[in-house]
């Protein structure tokens, strides 16, 4: 079942709230049984209060049995009395039963129904709340592009009629779904524009309690820990100004659950602002109401103290809080809860100078993210296929586009499995080098920020095609756009131009992994090099598609012959020629700077970050040109731009 929304739109009057809360449930029983043996005298609007209270009752009770029989008294003495206010409060809270019972099929089959009741008698409150339903729906099943395309519908409909309400809901929901999509940036501007809508309405605070949680989140996760302390600040005081309708002004006060999410945010915050003095304060007050729990919420309170003990160096107190916790999760109930705790004890052991208990865990912590990121991709192509369907009339045109998503979807599989080979190869390293690393820590910590840097790269070269496959992809699955056959050409043409790319790039990503497992090549064949050297150029000419002049220049006659291997030095060229292609501006290259030209041949350096690529492949050149007994150097006298210098042996 899932959890119940803060937000929901059917709140609980105070007093009986109140009464409720912590109490066995012969209590709330009692109640229920009080009000029923009032019902026969009452009558008018005080007999559909009185069905009003007993629904609360149940809903915050969680007796599911008793809440659907009294969502049917609340909706059928309403009808009976005309009071359409209450009859649209009984029918969302109808779809509510059924989101909350994971009733999908009911849901989806009532909302129609019940949404156009509610736009009949104009309640844009529960309107926009009963739709943000299904697009929470979509979302938490790991739907995120369906909740998308919803969201924005949602969107687009209280824009036209200037709803602030909607578009806070509708803005909230975005964050939420480019979050679980890894949508940073856009999961940011959908909060801010969240918040900015919803503090122009009268009943938008309640949501803002859900947003500043997630918001903060999504702050975390880029860094931007000044904004977090700013919105952390607006948390405060939302809590501080409501502490009576939340049932916060007795004497507990500030040490309920309500500020224990505020605490571990801002500390959150203060860690990464490097204050961690004021931070282990605020996290002491979460631990206090958290100690005896057993839910999420001391889950991050211990791995929040797990991060500051780390942070202070104090690495024994670290692992105890993680020690805490890490045992009562598991990968089927909280894949996502085990990675982050796996992640890390694997720090803190690296910290700690544990370097093989490191290793291990860091490989464990490789199994399951590539286990998670295939379970995502699998529940992205289900969607795919959902998305895709259209009339008999585009059936033919939509099999040719799902063609195109299905290839592209196999490369990023194929590609996140490589990703976990390259990540094993350099576990592998570490622990073969345990003993050099103990002497020299530094070198182990730069060695992991360059895996983790080189594991990020790879993420953004493949997300970058893969944004214009997919918003092309949707904008060709929804039949409300109308293209025209040249505009159709032009999408179909951009999908299969970044799904070259893509499979480029892991076909680079094979070709290196390849040759690292090569120790030699066979020099073994008779080589024309006039003949070799055209083929290449030809073969270029092709991908160039006439944007630059290929020039071959040649000093030997057509007979001159070398003994190598063909395929290696076919490698080698191809790079070359590729490089020359890609940093050629105007009528020359653009050249390598000389402070940089001794690091050229080093993996993963890239003289310019923002070109596409590993930095791989001048690497790859120069280990097979030494594996044929030659040699691959960079010119530094010429200065026309790039000049390498290809020497091998005649034997």
């Avoid at 224990?260 to 109401?289: Q, W």
């Avoid at 895709?388 to 998503?405: I, Y």
């Avoid at 120790?519 to 150029?537: A, F, M, Q, R």
Wanted: with cysteine; glycine share 6%.
């Amino acid at each position: 079942m899932k959890e119940r929304n803060l937000s929901t739109i059917l709140l609980l009057v105070l007093l009986l709230l109140s009464s409720i809360q912590g109490k066995a449930q012969t209590v709330y029983q009692r109640q229920i049984d009080s009000i029923r043996h009032e019902i026969p005298k009452l009558k008018g609007k005080d007999l559909i209060e009185a069905y009003y209270k007993i629904y609360n009752i149940c809903y915050y009770a969680g007796d599911v049995k008793q809440e659907r029989s009294s969502i049917t008294e609340l909706l059928e003495e309403s009808e009976r009395q005309g009071n359409i206010e209450r009859q649209g409060t009984a029918r969302v809270a109808l779809l509510y039963y059924y989101y909350n019972t994971d009733l999908i099929d009911s849901l989806l089959l009532e909302f129609p129904k019940q949404q156009q009741f509610l736009l009949k008698h104009q309640d844009w409150k529960l309107y926009y709340d009963s739709w943000v339903l299904i697009a929470n729906h979509y979302t938490f099943t790991g739907h995120s592009n369906t909740a998308l395309r919803e969201l924005k519908r949602m969107y687009e409909d209280a824009q036209s009629r200037k709803k602030n309400y909607g578009i806070g809901l509708a803005s909230y929901g975005m964050g939420n779904a480019y979050m679980d999509i890894g949508f940073h940036e856009e999961a940011i501007q959908s909060y801010e524009r969240c918040i900015k809508a919803l503090q122009k309405t009268e009943y938008g605070n309640s949501t803002l309690l859900d947003v500043y949680p997630y918001y903060c989140s999504v702050l975390s996760e880029v860094k931007n820990y000044q904004r977090m302390l700013e919105i952390t600040d607006l948390w405060r005081a939302y809590l501080d100004s409501h502490k009576k309708e939340l049932g916060l002004d007795g004497e507990k006060g500030s040490n309920t659950s309500y500020y224990t999410y505020y605490y571990n945010s801002r500390a959150t915050a203060l860690m990464g602002l490097g204050k961690l003095n004021e931070a282990e304060e605020l996290l002491t007050k979460a631990y206090e109401t958290t100690k005896d729990l057993k839910d999420n919420s001391q889950l991050t309170v211990f791995y929040n103290l797990g991060q500051l003990y780390m942070k202070k160096g104090n690495y024994e107190k670290a692992l105890d809080f993680n020690n805490q916790i890490i045992g009562r999760y598991t990968v089927q109930e909280d894949p996502s809860g085990v990675l982050m705790l796996k992640k890390q004890r694997a720090e803190i052991m690296l910290q700690s100078h544990r370097f093989e208990e490191a290793a291990g865990l860091y490989k464990q912590v490789f199994y399951l993210s590539d286990s998670l990121n295939v379970k995502s991709v699998k529940n992205q192509l289900n969607e795919f296929n959902t998305l895709f369907k259209v009339d008999e009339l585009e059936k033919s045109k939509q099999e040719e586009h799902t063609r195109h998503v299905y290839i592209v979807l196999g490369v990023i599989i194929g590609a996140m499995i490589i990703i976990g080979i390259v990540g094993l190869y350099f576990l592998k390293r570490l622990h073969q080098k345990n003993h050099e690393l103990a002497v020299a820590l530094d070198h182990a910590q730069e060695s992991d920020r360059m895996k983790t840097a080189f594991v990020q790269h790879i993420s953004h070269e493949i997300r970058t095609p893969l944004n214009v496959i997919t918003g092309f992809a949707q904008v060709i699955g929804n039949p409300s756009f109308k293209l025209s056959t040249e505009q159709r050409e032009n999408i179909v043409n951009s999908i299969e131009t970044n799904t070259r790319e893509i499979t480029n790039f892991v076909n680079e990503l094979l070709e290196f992994s390849e040759n690292e497992g090569q120790n030699h090549y066979s020099v073994t064949d008779d080589i024309k090099v006039n003949e070799l050297c055209d083929d290449l150029i030809k073969a270029s000419q092709m991908v160039n598609n006439g944007r630059l002049e290929l020039i071959y220049d040649s000093h030997v006659d057509d007979t001159q012959t070398i003994k190598s291997n063909t395929l290696a030095l076919q490698r080698i060229l191809r790079q070359l020629i590729g490089n020359g292609m890609k940093f050629t501006v105007t009528d020359t290259g653009i050249g390598i700077p000389a402070e940089v030209q001794d690091r050229i041949f080093e993996k993963f350096y890239k003289v310019d970050s923002f070109k596409k690529g590993l930095g791989l492949g001048l690497p790859m050149a120069y280990r097979i040109a030494h594996q044929l007994g030659g040699d691959l150097r960079l010119d530094k006298e010429y200065t026309g731009g790039t000049r390498f210098i290809l020497s091998l042996p005649n034997q």
